[in-house]
């Protein structure tokens, strides 16, 4: 739909692009605008940054808790010629009442793809605090609150 922004409409353009990109609603929103609100009331999607992507990748179950898991691209404006606007990519686990309780950052090439069960899977490799291992397995524990990626096989 949209495939490109232009500088003086970025702004709008990005709000229009976040409430476009949203693959699934969380199972209790009626729409897209109410995710959107709800992601930013909570404190998930900060207002100072411009929501470029906001996607439900999955469902991960914890024990007996289920968190949803979406994947969010925020861009951060530059103040100026000097600074470059900048891209905050992450997953965030976030328990039904929209509370986070996990936030992994990635850089590109990897992006969230999918879960089963307890572990998030990305489409390359990532690490959590820039600690080794790398792998595209993330096991989520401690009620979403924790996080260990699974290295992968060579």
């Known amino acids: ?20 990109a949203i693959v699934a609603a969380h199972p209790s929103m009626a ?7 709800a992601l930013t009331q909570s404190g998930i999607l900060d207002p100072a ?25 925020e861009t951060i404006p530059g103040s100026g010629a000097d600074t470059p606007t900048k891209a905050w ?11 986070q309780r996990l936030e992994i950052p ?8 999918g879960c089963k069960g307890s572990i998030l899977v990305f489409s390359a ?11 595209r397995r993330v096991r989520l524990s401690a ?3 924790h996080a260990r990626v699974i290295p992968d096989r060579n």
């Open 106 to 113: 990635y850089w590109l090439p990897a992006h969230p793809i």
């Open 1 to 20: 739909m949209f495939t490109r922004c232009y500088s003086r409409f970025t702004k709008r353009c990005g709000i229009a692009i976040a409430a476009l």
């Open 49 to 73: 940054r411009i929501a470029q992507s906001v996607r439900r990748i999955c469902n991960l179950k914890i024990g007996t808790e289920v968190l949803s898991v979406f994947d969010i691209v």
């Open 125 to 135: 490799p990532v690490e959590i605090d820039n600690t080794q291992p790398a792998g």
């Open 143 to 145: 009620n979403g609150r």
């Open 89 to 99: 990519r992450r997953a965030v686990a976030v328990a039904p009442d929209f509370k």
């Open 31 to 37: 729409d897209d605008r109410a995710l959107i609100s």
